[in-house]
């Protein structure tokens, strides 16, 4: 997708806020820019909001308030299916396409967009290559596929069409540790050579600290604050502070349970 | 053996009256499909319609069939021709199987992949054809099997108001009280729906495995 404006933000909430159709409020009052090139965090537990901020950046919702820009561009106003092809966009569940190979599951977005079928298999193989999948997966289909492998061909297929944006919704929470651990130092390396901008969400700080260039947490709707991973362990917000007892704490004492 | 000499002997009419039969479930079916499907996708997609829709197709479905047929005759060019009416009549029945396993097939679809294929850009149109339909293909055959199986068994009373097919044999057969004569028309018939619902059954196992 062109950047239209050459240094501003790649992503700009302005004051944005969204209520389900009943006037429950998910999301109050957020403002926050994503640049060029950063890994942004969103960290907080289920019903933070922190999904529907993601599906307010590629027209999955609208505001109900206030206004999303990407590139620019106000969200609203753009063309929703090119909007969405500039955006990669993986999932916790994945939803790869059962009745469709890999091939075909990578190849979804240029397809629709018309490459030639010598171009879309060039990238197919390429794209194995960069999530580190065998090439011989091609012709299997998704239930063939182990739990970290799917994972890796959804990854593969929001990179298709090489968009500057990447959207992220737990996309390692139903892994097994070991293969979430793995996943997690491979797109980290992935991303260091692709300088996408992505918007990641997790509860999981381990997950924020490692992978976030900047990490925004949320409570209830609300953006309490936006902090770098080593400020977010300095940090005096209550919240903050928790997670960092949460996780840092965690391990020893349960591994401790019962001797003291 | 007299029933197998029978057989012959009238092997002629029966195989006109199987034609006759075959020709009212095909047509009825295929009218049966192309109302029916749409209408699954529509009350799929938007809530408003699922009740109304699926409603009056289930109310049509209580109605006894030899009364559709009554209620049927005073309809202008429907009424004018017995096997329009027939067919009328059998394609009112077949749309509910048509119409439910179609909006069951495509609420059944994975929320995720919906979600996916949504965010990855697909258009409405897109996701309708290359997902939903695909995915939910194996459920609405599923529909169309009951639908074809049913109205085998129900065009034999088209018989009654003239329309010809296999019912005609039964209806004889009841007149003259010759049960050679019932057998005549209820064997093709039960054969016809066993095979029906044994292919239909075959593609839909296919389907499935994917």
Redesign the interface.
């Known amino acids: 997708m062109e950047r239209t404006s050459a240094n501003g933000p790649v992503i700009d909430f302005r004051r944005v806020a969204y209520r389900l159709p009943n006037g429950q409020p998910l999301l109050q009052d957020l403002s926050l820019q994503v640049q060029h090139g950063e890994t942004l965090v969103f960290l907080g537990r289920s019903g933070s909001g922190k999904t529907t901020t993601l599906k307010l950046i590629n027209r999955l919702l609208i505001p109900s308030s206030g206004e999303v820009r990407v590139n620019g561009a106000l969200t609203a106003e753009s063309d929703v299916i090119r909007l969405r092809r500039g955006i990669g966009y993986v999932i916790q569940d994945v939803g790869l396409f059962p009745h469709f190979t890999v091939e075909r599951n990578i190849g979804v977005v240029p397809r629709i967009e018309g490459w030639p079928a010598q171009q879309i298999q060039q990238r197919v193989k390429e794209l194995l290559h960069l999530v580190g999948l065998d090439p011989n997966v091609t012709s299997r289909y998704p239930h063939q596929l182990s739990g970290g492998q799917r994972q890796r061909v959804g990854v593969a297929r929001a990179l298709a069409a090489d968009p500057a944006i990447l959207l992220m919704d737990e996309p390692f929470g139903a892994l097994d540790a070991l293969t979430r651990d793995q996943l997690q130092r491979e797109f980290l390396s992935l991303q260091q050579r692709l300088k996408k901008t992505v918007v990641f969400v997790t509860h999981d700080l381990r997950e924020a600290m490692l992978l976030g260039s900047r990490i925004a947490l949320m409570e209830s709707g609300r953006l309490l604050t936006v902090l770098s991973p080593p400020d977010f362990l300095r940090s005096n917000d209550p919240l903050a502070a928790a997670y960092v007892q949460a996780f840092g704490e965690g391990l020893d004492s349960v591994a401790n349970r019962g001797t003291s | 053996m007299n029933f197998l000499h029978f057989f012959l002997q009238h092997h002629e009419e029966i195989l006109e009256l199987t034609l006759e039969h075959l020709w009212l479930v095909g047509v009825s079916t295929l009218l049966a499909v192309l109302i029916g499907i749409p209408l699954g996708i529509v009350s799929a997609h938007w809530p408003v319609w699922n009740k109304p829709v699926l409603g009056t197709a289930n109310i049509i479905q209580t109605v006894p069939s030899l009364a559709l047929f009554g209620f049927l005759l005073p309809v202008p060019w429907i009424g004018a021709r017995a096997d329009r009416l027939a067919i009328l009549a059998l394609t009112l029945y077949a749309l509910l199987p048509v119409i439910r396993n179609t909006y069951t097939g495509i609420r059944g679809v ?1 929320a ?12 409405d149109r ?1 996701l309708l054809f ?2 939903e339909l ?2 939910a293909m194996s459920v609405i055959l599923s529909g169309i099997r009951v639908a074809v199986v049913v109205s085998v068994g129900l065009a034999t009373i088209a018989a009654a108001i003239g329309a010809g097919g296999l019912g005609e044999f039964i209806f004889r057969g009841l007149a003259m009280v010759n049960n050679q004569l019932i057998l005549a028309g209820a064997i093709p018939a039960a054969i016809m729906a066993l095979s029906a619902d044994f292919g239909l059954g075959l593609l839909e196992r296919r389907l499935r495995t ?1």
Do not use: F, H, K
């Open positions: 994975d995720s992949v919906v979600e996916a294929g949504r965010g990855m850009g697909l258009t897109q290359q997902v695909p995915l994917r």
